[in-house]
């Protein structure tokens, strides 16, 4: 079975990087390396399908895509921040293609899935943790999977470097101050928005204005980043909130601050302190 998984921001930077390259030559990648990549799938899976807002020869080619596979009863399996409805600059024709499959609402996992999902880690990776302390991890972080795999090698790591075995008291000690701030509270974007400009000390207006100096840049990506990972407000609705925003501006912040937590650097520290501001 030939599964293909892509972003909707890859789909467009690939369609654009064939499109360049014309007819090809020896080692080049064209257009008809790209349909025959995604239109000889068996299960075609695409992220983020709302990136292709706006860009219309990715919608035309997507389009074609799409009943290729649909007329070879292939499987299209896609996600996006919204509804198809909500789509309001897409092409009607590919809209009404996406209302006609099943449209399933994901929500986080609950302690249940959670527990489930580190069981399995644990059996596939042969670890020696014991249920208990998986589902002490299971309810302790509940706000995604990444921070959920996160605490599980946290965990571990904090087992092995003491050379014991893995214990409820030892887990908590190991995650330490992420039990807290994994405990989220009902907060409004504009509490997230207040409590950023408070710890950098920067003003409301001058975050949601057009100038981009480092001394905004990072405090609004900040905000960015805290406003998606707690609440529940799509992109484009945060966009809004920050002064007319792109959503596609707001998913670049996202990710931008994604990748600056994974180094475990200074962001990720003003970012731990924020949430614990949140918290109070």
């Given amino acids: 079975m030939n599964v293909v998984y892509t972003t909707g921001e890859a789909f467009t930077n690939e369609l654009i990087d064939a499109i360049k390259n014309g007819k090809g030559g020896p080692g080049k990648y064209t257009t008809n390396d790209f349909r025959n990549k995604f ?8 992220d983020d399908i709302q990136f292709v807002i706006g860009k219309e020869a990715t919608q035309e080619e997507f389009f074609h895509t799409f009943n290729a596979l649909y007329m070879a009863q292939k499987q299209i399996v896609i996600t996006s921040d919204r509804p198809p409805k909500d789509f309001n600059s897409f092409e009607e024709r590919i809209t009404s293609r996406f209302s006609s499959g099943i449209i399933a609402d994901i929500q986080a996992p609950d302690m249940e ?3 489930a999902i580190l069981r399995t880690k644990r059996d596939m990776l042969g670890h020696n943790i014991s249920n208990e302390v998986l589902n002490f991890i299971a309810e302790s972080v509940t706000t995604n999977i990444r921070e959920l795999e996160g605490a599980y090698v946290q965990v571990l790591s904090g087992a092995m470097a003491s050379k014991i075995e893995p214990t409820k008291e030892s887990a908590a000690a190991a995650l330490g101050q992420n039990l807290r701030n994994n405990q989220k509270r009902n907060v409004s974007v504009n509490e997230i928005l207040k409590a950023v400009c408070t710890y950098y000390a920067v003003k409301v207006p001058d975050i949601k204005g057009k100038r981009r100096t480092k001394d905004l840049v990072i ?4 905000a960015m980043f ?4 707690m609440t529940d407000t799509p992109y ?3 966009g809004d909130f920050l002064g007319g925003r792109d959503h596609t501006t707001i998913m670049h912040g996202v990710r931008t601050i994604e990748g600056e937590v994974s180094k475990a650097g200074k962001i990720k520290q003003d970012i731990v302190n924020v949430r614990l501001t949140l918290a109070e």
Avoid: G, S
Avoid at 39 to 46: G, N, P, Q, S
Avoid at 219 to 222: L, N
Avoid at 226 to 229: D, G, S
């Fill in 236 to 238: 484009m609705t945060i």
């Fill in 219 to 222: 405090p609004r990506q900040v």
């Fill in 226 to 229: 805290l406003m998606k990972e």
């Fill in 113 to 115: 899935v959670r527990a």
């Fill in 39 to 46: 239109r000889k799938a068996d299960v075609l899976l695409i």
